[in-house]
């Protein structure tokens, strides 16, 4: 799935944007024109007819787009005024031509007062472009506080200033931007939840770069958007249930079959063919009635699950949502990944069992999928202090036990046995609620069963999971979102 959009670094944004301009013929000052103008037709979802703008540029190629977008605006007839943040003697050459296409600029230096920025509507931030790389300081430092601390919207050209694009920052001087206009691609650093405070949300637009380009580089970090929809295979008219596999869901336990019955209803919404479900005797009636599609067997224990059924017949496994921890439960786990499995799905008290008994995961089948979110992760690994850290345990953890990681977040990270990580574009924060990880268990079961290869599986589950919660928001607030909402939105379609 390596013709996903990739994410670059500063270096391959720097190299592609050299050779986006020799490749294409075209002058830097004439890409920096078309970058501006994107950004501006981006800002059309806007109301800016009525409001009073303020865009604060610095002096390298970041304040040059800045610049240029004052003067696209004042072209509209928007007011729209600039700031030159000179915290250096000399501006980069496309940044001096394009100040000087404009008229009435207000320079503010080491020695200037800084100005009262609540006296705009929007504040437009393009004083630091991506090649930042050492914290912000000096007045710089304070003009970026006093852009926080003015109450106006906020919106930053590329990358919030102070921001760094790889990795997190450590200063306390950076744009809280409500709103990221990103050029070809977001930045690694976007997705890191110490930075949702500096990107209160993004969105790309298309410059111009060359894209053939940007995908040879050797970069080991995707984006999940809408082009996973073609990994989708369409269904043929000629088909029955058996063409689409049978998945065997192993959940619930005495006061979490709610669980189950999340998972079974998701996995079913999947399109996976059939579906038996494995749940304890005190869920038989719950699960017969709540999920009539499902055929039901039953443990023999009556409050949690302790023997495995025969496994020949199925075509994926999934384990873990409500199954507890109890010594049994941990007995029939062992004896679980000790027998020959179709492809498989821990998620839960499954991946917390193997927590408490690390032994267990020398044992996982190659190209198993645990689904963690980030507290089950650290009790995996061990915690860490930061998201890079954690992002660089879950790919060696993925790469030493041949395994795929949904690290379940905002901006859910997959992890691939062979390095690779892709950050999840769709959902959002009504999904944070209790049986929304159950789901995604049942969507991922599901594909495995559909012959999907685990990745694929994945990745097509995690981003229709969070399509399926864009889409129910719609109908409830985020706050009123609830796990079955996600399911009855789910839609995998090919497209």
Known sequence: MNNLKKILNVEQIRATDIYS???????????????????????????????????????????????????????????????????????SKDCEVNKNKLQEITVLDASSPIPDFSDFDIIIDAIFGSGLNKPVEGFVARVIEAVNNSGREIYSIDVPSGLFCDTVSESEYIIKANLVISFQRPKLSFFFPENSAYVGSWE?????????FIQQQKSTNFILD???????????????????????????????MGAAVLSAKACLRSGVGLLTAKVPKCGYQILQIAVPEAMCLTDEHLD??????????????????????????????????????????????????????????N???????????????????GISKSTPERFKKQKAFSKKHKCIIVLKDANTCISSPEGMRYFNTSGNHGMATGGSG??????????????????????????????????????RSYSSLIASDIIEQLNIEHS
């Open 21 to 91: 301009i020799k490749k294409h013929s075209i002058s830097s000052l004439a890409l920096m024109e078309k970058a501006a103008r994107s950004f501006v037709n981006a800002l059309r979802k806007q109301d800016l007819a009525s409001k009073k703008i303020l865009v604060i540029c610095g002096a390298g190629n970041n304040g040059g787009d800045g610049f240029a977008v004052c003067r696209l605006l004042r072209d509209q007839r928007i007011d729209a005024s600039a700031v030159l943040v000179k915290f250096r003697e000399t501006l």
């Open 204 to 212: 790309v637009v298309d410059i111009g770069l060359n894209e053939t």
């Open 226 to 256: 809408q082009d996973v929809s073609k990994y989708v295979i369409p269904r043929h008219r000629q088909s029955h249930k058996g063409t689409y596999g049978h998945a065997l869901l192993m959940a619930g336990s005495y006061g979490k």
């Open 304 to 361: 949690f699950l302790t023997t495995l059924p025969e496994l020949k017949n199925y075509n994926s496994l999934g384990i873990g949502p409500g199954i507890g921890k109890d010594a049994l439960t941990l007995k029939m786990l062992k004896s679980l990944l000790a027998t020959k499995l179709p492809p498989l799905v821990l998620d839960a008290d499954a991946i917390n069992l193997i927590s408490e008994n690390p032994a267990l995961a």
């Open 363 to 381: 044992m996982l089948p190659e190209n198993t999928i645990l689904t963690p979110h980030i507290k089950e992760f650290d009790r995996l690994v």
């Open 438 to 475: 159950d789901v995604l268990t049942g969507i991922i079961t599901g594909l495995l069963a559909q012959k999907y290869k685990p990745l694929e599986a994945a990745i097509i589950g995690v981003y229709f999971h969070g399509k399926a919660g864009d889409q129910a928001v719609r109908h």
